[in-house]
């Protein structure tokens, strides 16, 4: 079936360092990819998305880009602030497997001054 | 501008008490799903509907309940509430199924304790 797999955490980076968050997909068909971000005490918003190989979704200067030859969506931002602090997770939906979304189990980032 | 409206955002239970968690959203939305989620495991999904009168069971449905008699209200029901339903409930939306690169709007919880 089909499932996501993104990196453990928690991450800890000083204010202006690279961000990296790994995500890697296992998909029955053609689907497309989501990061979501949540905020401490919300629910999950949408950061960014990508619906085809090699499109990059791109927010808030984070950015992901959907490589089907490595399964992998992986999410990167060059310079990450202290409001950048919160859960993110990467997710999948898939028409081929019915109406639902796969969300991997989450990166907590915190962000120090 | 309201979205998805989940109450209510606190409750306490004890063991085989029942409740319902509202979901309300003003969107038009034919989708709509609810989600729990505990440390370590993500979301998984519990029940959806893809329109009223249509419901359908996600990975985790038992001790759940749902129906769908209007396009705005996705109620959710505990019949007998277990320890091991504590956890934070999402109720979620989209304009159409998912799987069409839809993404997903989300109320802001529901945290549930139950003794």
């Known amino acids: 079936g089909d499932s996501v797999t993104q990196m453990e955490g928690p991450v800890t980076l000083s204010e202006e360092a690279f961000l990296t968050i790994n995500c890697t997909y296992t998909?029955?068909?053609?689907?497309?990819l989501f990061w979501y971000v949540q905020y401490p005490g919300e629910g999950l918003q949408l950061l960014l998305k990508a619906t085809k190989a090699d499109d990059k979704g791109s927010n808030k200067g984070f950015e992901a880009t959907y490589r089907k030859e490595t399964t992998s969506f992986h999410l990167e931002k060059g310079s990450v602030q202290v409001s950048d602090s919160a859960v993110y997770f990467c997710?999948?939906?898939?028409?081929?497997?019915?109406?639902?979304?796969?969300f991997g189990t989450g990166t907590s980032l915190t962000v120090i001054p | 501008n309201a979205g998805v409206t989940q109450t209510p955002k606190f409750q306490v239970l004890k063991t085989g008490q029942s409740m319902t968690l509202q979901c309300a959203q003003d969107m038009n939305h034919e989708y709509m799903s609810w989600y729990r989620q505990d440390p370590g495991m993500g979301l998984r999904l519990i029940h959806y509907s893809v329109g009223a009168g249509i419901t359908d069971q996600g990975e985790v449905p038992n001790g759940y309940n749902v129906s769908r008699s209007t396009t705005e209200d996705f109620p959710l029901r505990l019949l007998s509430a277990a320890p091991s339903q504590t956890s934070v409930y999402f109720c979620?939306?989209?304009?159409?199924?998912?799987?069409?690169?839809?993404?997903?709007?989300f109320g802001s919880g529901t945290q549930l304790s139950v003794l």
């Open positions: 979620a939306s989209s304009s159409r199924g998912v799987g069409l690169g839809e993404k997903l709007f």
């Open positions: 997710a999948l939906s898939d028409r081929d497997t019915g109406n639902q979304f796969y």
């Open positions: 998909a029955t068909g053609y689907p497309s």
